[in-house]
């Protein structure tokens, strides 16, 4: 099997219809949604076909080490060996459906005393474990078992998020929050994650994590009816900012090894094959003359935004394959477009934060736009000159408020939602080309094409529920990185700026630089890529 491309931690291959090609894969043992939906267990040393991006195709998981500090993953009432709290709940063991089609979930159940209802572990700070500023992802299984609320993450530090069991939706989350995830695996059986940054508010230094159930008016404080609760299996606890696939403890802390993928050379195959749609592909080398007078960036094969040199080919991964990507020259006139918080950046009935989430390049450097309490429209904007024919783009993240519009006085707005990543509605017949394009960890490039001329303001409005005039709450609010605007119907690769407008070179590929470009014809996916 040849692999073709590789996003974030899947690898991914055509199907293969010979042994050329084969590559060995030395893995732990780890769990994969199977094409069932169910979690297998695959054996150590075995390719781990993974199904859970929900398109019926397996990816092969690959995935760096991991240490998970839960001992006892599926049993709640060992959560983890540190000192532990069960506050006012009960238990039923192995009462529900858990994730393998076993019955080993664990029923959680609010006590009938009027309390907050929770299960915590504590690791103090004596144990060595973690420290202030850690980045922690605390994960698990969960479905309703009558209440349908929970609260997943830490606390002390405003380092938890709410969710709807029902529906399986994110509702809102606290400060520290950086992001989450919610994946479906069949019998109302939701794997959900939190990944925050551990800051303890009280001053004591200890990490406290696990679950909170609300009652299904969403009271933190309730009598509890005592048959009531919210079924748990599969706990994690790890130091990253990325949620792997689960990791099983019974009575141990686990380090899952990395993975490591080798690709081999047959014996007596002088070059490696493969067949699409019946036809042998052989890759092909053509020496190209490439230039670029400028940096350029890309997405790298980790889902990331990086900036390369001049000169320098760009290898982009948006799509998930390794692609030769050739653009002509654009300017981001968008000035700042990174700092939000820059006095150009007109904040109406809105505050911003800096800081406030990782960003699509890997660096805690989004803002959070968070909507005033009054009543009317709550945006940013800056001015600018539109010429006829520009497109508008920026990197954004659901938050409290998971949609944002684009647009301006001369053409309305239009609305894109940052959790189903869909255009909801487009603002006149001026706004034309809206696409909405996902990210990693859960940011979404939004971008218009705007038909009009003259000084007119970019607005990025915040919406609820597809209205953007509305009376807001104060608290609430979304993350954005990344402006730009440009000539053109399309977005092209994001060209950071600050104080002055930027201009990405064109890439030449009959310049004067030679180099190897190496390729599997006639599909056009990229193999690899070597200077010369």
Partial sequence: MIPSGKKVSKLYSVFPEDGTGDFTVVTDQ??????????????????????SDGSGCPALLVETSELNYVKNTEEINKLVDWNYNISYTTLSLNSGLDPNGSNTSDLVLPSTSSSRHYIVGRAESSLGLFTLNDVITISGFFTQGGYKYIKLGGYFGNENALFDLSTGTFISKLSNVLSYTIKYFGNDIYRISVTYTFKNSIGNGYLYAGIQILDNSQLETYVGDGVSGVYVWGMNVVKNNVLSSYIQGIGTWVTRAADVETVTTPAGVTSITETIGGVEQTPITIPINFERASTATRVNEQGLIETVGIDVPRIDYTSGVGTFLVEGASTNLVLWSEDFSNASWIKILSTITANANIAPDGTLTAYKIVENSGSGLKYIQRSTTFTTNDSISIFAKAGERTQLAIGNAAVGASIFDLVLGTVVSSGSSNIKNEKIELYEDGWYRISANVIVSGSFAIQFFISNQGVVNYTGNGTSGLYIWGAQQEVGTEATSY??????SVTRAADITNGTTPIDLTYRAPNGLINKIIMT
């Fill in 30 to 51: 780890k769990y994969v949604t199977g094409s069932t939906g169910l979690l297998e267990l695959v054996p150590a040393n075995t390719p781990a076909f993974d199904y």
């Fill in 495 to 500: 060209i950071p700026t600050t104080t002055t």
